[in-house]
């Protein structure tokens, strides 16, 4: 019984570093202070939690990790200002990039989960 606990549980370990590490951000705005320095401006907000969340449940090929440097994909995330047209609906816009920082993947849609699906589809193709 220990050595077929230890067998999955190796498995599973060994599937999950197969994943590809997926870093996910914010899109950060520059800022001038007073002092003419260039302030960089961002955090970690509820959207880019939820996109946590979103990639965890719809995208189950890929790992998100918090640490940048072990990430073979950068996630970063602009949102939109709000729409007269559509008061109720934010914008996202996504871009994914490689380890080389090479863009692998655009796109901006109105709700988050074609952001997530798309993302998610770049970057599995791109891990092949």
Do not use: W
């Amino acid at each position: 019984m220990r050595n077929l606990l230890v067998c999955a549980l190796s498995i599973v370990t060994a599937a999950a570093a197969d994943k590809p590490r997926v870093f996910i951000t914010e899109s950060q705005a520059l800022q001038v202070s007073g002092d003419a320095t260039l302030n960089l401006m961002g955090g970690s907000s509820p959207q880019a939690i939820e996109v946590m969340k979103q990639f965890q449940q719809r995208c189950p090929a890929v790992l998100v990790t918090n640490n940048r440097e072990k990430a073979d994909f950068v996630v970063r995330l602009d949102h939109e200002a709000l729409s007269p047209v559509t008061p109720f609906t934010k914008g996202n816009k996504v871009a994914v990039f490689d380890k080389s920082d090479d863009l692998v993947y655009s796109n901006s849609t109105r709700t988050l989960a074609p952001v997530v699906k798309g993302a998610c589809d770049a970057i599995v193709k791109r891990a092949r």
